[in-house]
């Protein structure tokens, strides 16, 4: 937005596209709340919702000091896994009206309902505030379907019988809603279906890929390549005798428990008693920095013309993980692995990831992973991102 648009937004004390906050220490919920109901645009403005912050409710500068932190700690509102799905916003250092100014432009999503920690906010005329069941079903229907991500695109081959309801109302949804919000809405499973993106919206819903991934019965009967092909080799070549192999399958929540239980069981611990006063118990890798570069395999892989799984082959002195789908958005070969740029190929995997308690915090996966294995005295990672695929080499202490 240029200057002379915002000039008008920020004299206009009325504007239900605007919110304004002194500070952001004791306002950060409320702005990420203004974030999520100008996502949501429920009066379908279809125009970018602005919030400018240091600025007083009556219009006059609070004289918030703008520096780097602090834009910092609003671009990290977007990613740290609060709202979702990923809203589309930029914020910026402004002067106006001689009032030095941060402001976060939101941008309408075409993906409602967006959600802050799992309540789904709205802002109509002067009131901001959670949205009733009829104004979530009215977000959820003016859903654009197209250029949707492939991760919500439906399956018409599949139906609802398809999905494991049991399942979704037993783990999933109550992992990703409030049990306040579930019972004050006594919406039918249908319609639940519909909010969290699992079946597409219209009169005959059918299955969303996501929807298959995450509660499906048998996920690869419609996405041949929804699985991981786990290798135990005896030895350091592809060639070499095959110790143990597994096919990890089933609807996501499995898939990530069974995959845990795998990768720990094959972690080796070595003991050393000259360690004083007490011994030392080291593992050959660290279940942290595994567990985030075989999670980061499944959230960012394509789904989409390929029928390859995820592998994982597992040398007696080296680990390899690779994906199928090279890096996507933003982020390319020459910047892969830069903790700063990051991008999402399937959003509402992330999202579903992140529901069920196995990303705690988006972009930074493959960092935690580095520390993990610098802490644990293993060498640094390679990988090896190509445009059909992406490797990373994980080499033993």
């Not at 504007?15 to 906050?21: I, L, T």
């Not at 609060?82 to 100014?101: A, H, S």
């Not at 009169?203 to 019965?217: D, N, R």
């Not at 695929?389 to 994980?394: C, E, F, K, S, Y």
């Given at each position: 937005?240029?200057?002379?648009?915002?000039?008008?937004?920020f004299?206009?004390?009325?504007?239900?596209?605007?919110?304004?906050?002194?500070?952001?220490?004791?306002?950060?919920?409320?702005?990420?709340?203004?974030?999520?109901?100008?996502?949501?645009?429920?009066?379908?403005?279809?125009q970018?919702?602005?919030?400018?912050?240091?600025?007083?409710?009556?219009?006059?500068?609070?004289?918030?000091?703008?520096?780097?932190?602090?834009?910092?700690?609003?671009?990290?509102?977007?990613?740290n896994g609060?709202?979702?799905?990923?809203?589309?916003?930029?914020?910026?250092?402004?002067?106006?009206?001689?009032?030095?100014?941060?402001v976060?432009?939101?941008?309408?999503?075409?993906?409602?309902?967006?959600?802050?920690?799992?309540?789904?906010?709205i802002?109509?005329?002067?009131?901001?505030?959670?949205?009733?069941?009829?104004?979530?079903?009215?977000?959820?229907?003016?859903?654009?379907?197209?250029?949707?991500?492939?991760?919500?695109?439906?399956?018409?081959?599949?139906?609802?019988?398809d999905?494991?309801?049991?399942?979704?109302?037993?783990?999933?949804?109550?992992?990703?809603l409030?049990?306040?919000?579930?019972?004050?809405?006594?919406?039918t499973?249908?319609q639940?279906l519909?909010?969290?993106?699992?079946?597409?919206t219209?009169?005959?819903?059918?299955?969303?890929?996501?929807?298959?991934?995450?509660?499906?019965?048998?996920p690869?009967?419609?996405?041949?390549?929804?699985?991981?092909?786990f290798?135990?080799?005896?030895?350091?070549?592809?060639?070499d005798?095959?110790?143990?192999?597994?096919?990890?399958?089933?609807?996501?929540?499995?898939?990530?428990?069974?995959?845990?239980?795998?990768?720990?069981?094959?972690?080796?611990?070595?003991?050393?008693?000259?360690?004083?006063?007490?011994?030392?118990?080291?593992?050959n890798?660290?279940?942290?920095?595994?567990?985030?570069?075989?999670?980061n395999?499944?959230l960012?892989?394509?789904?989409?013309?390929?029928?390859?799984?995820?592998?994982?082959?597992?040398?007696?002195?080296?680990?390899?993980?690779?994906?199928?789908?090279?890096?996507?958005?933003?982020?390319?070969?020459?910047?892969?692995?830069?903790?700063?740029?990051?991008?999402?190929?399937?959003?509402?995997?992330?999202?579903?990831?992140?529901?069920?308690?196995?990303?705690?915090?988006?972009?930074?996966g493959?960092?935690?992973?580095?520390?993990?294995?610098?802490?644990?005295?293993?060498?640094?990672?390679?990988?090896?991102?190509?445009?059909?695929?992406?490797?990373?080499?994980?080499?033993?202490?």
């Open positions: 937005m240029n200057d002379h648009e915002l000039e008008i937004l004299d206009d004390l009325e504007s239900d596209r605007v919110e304004r906050k002194s500070s952001v220490g004791t306002d950060k919920e409320k702005i990420c709340e203004a974030i999520c109901a100008f996502a949501n645009d429920l009066p379908n403005h279809q970018p919702g602005v919030i400018f912050v240091g600025v007083y409710d009556n219009g006059s500068c609070a004289n918030l000091p703008i520096n780097d932190r602090l834009l910092i700690d609003l671009s990290d509102l977007r990613s609060n709202i979702l799905p990923f809203p589309m916003m930029i914020v910026q250092k402004r002067v106006i009206r001689g009032c030095e100014v941060a976060i432009i939101v941008e309408p999503s075409g993906d409602t309902p967006v959600r802050f920690r799992g309540r789904t906010w802002r109509v005329g002067p009131r901001r505030g959670l949205a009733t069941r009829d104004e979530e079903r009215r977000l959820t229907e003016k859903r654009r379907s197209k250029d949707l991500p492939f991760d919500i695109q439906p399956v018409q081959s599949a139906t609802l019988d999905l494991d309801l049991n399942l979704f109302q037993r783990v999933y949804l109550p992992s990703t409030p049990i306040d919000i579930i019972e004050q809405n006594h919406r499973t249908e639940q519909k909010a969290m993106r699992f079946t597409s219209g009169t005959h819903p059918y299955p969303t890929v996501l929807g298959l991934l995450v509660i499906g019965k048998d690869r009967q419609f996405i041949a390549g929804a699985y991981i092909q290798l135990r080799i005896d030895g350091t070549k592809l060639t005798p095959i110790k143990d192999q597994k096919e990890i399958d089933g609807p996501l929540p499995d898939q990530l428990r069974l995959l845990d239980e795998i990768l720990q069981a094959n972690i080796s611990i070595a003991t050393d008693i000259s360690a004083q006063p007490t011994e030392l118990r080291q593992p890798y660290p279940i942290v920095a595994l567990q985030q570069l075989a999670r395999a499944i960012h892989r394509t789904y989409e013309g390929t029928n390859a799984p995820i592998r994982i082959y597992w040398f007696s002195d080296h680990i390899e993980i690779q994906n199928p789908g090279g890096p996507f958005g933003q982020v390319n070969e020459r910047n892969f692995g830069n903790p700063d740029i990051t991008d999402y190929r399937n959003p509402h995997i992330a999202e579903a990831m992140k529901n069920l308690g196995y990303v705690q915090r988006f972009g930074i493959i960092l935690l992973a580095r520390q993990e294995m610098e802490k644990n005295g293993n060498p640094p990672l390679e990988f090896k991102a190509e445009e059909a695929n992406v490797l990373v080499t994980i080499r033993g202490r």
